[in-house]
């Protein structure tokens, strides 16, 4: 087994796309990911959650995030749940 670190998840499905990577871990299942790649069962389950500097205003769902004037950090290349993929589609500012 050879690790290989790159600078993001998007440049890892990058790689694995183009086959210089054989396998990766923490993926989330996508039709259009499906279209080169396999995937394992889950090998772990989690549950997914928001988490604000202390001194923000409370969030208790994801249309908060777009009813309020709030700033989001997000990993690129990620995957966050289709809730969220609509709510991107639908405020995509």
Known sequence: MKWTYFPS????????KNGRVD???AASYTEQ???YAHFSLPY???????YKHKDSADVTSLADLFSQDFTAGINRGSFFGDELEQ???KYSK
């Open 9 to 16: 998840f998007s440049r890892v499905q990058a790689e694995l």
């Open 23 to 25: 396998i990766t871990y």
């Open 33 to 35: 990911r499906a279209q």
């Open 44 to 50: 772990r389950e989690e549950i997914m959650l928001l």
């Open 87 to 89: 709510l991107k589609t």
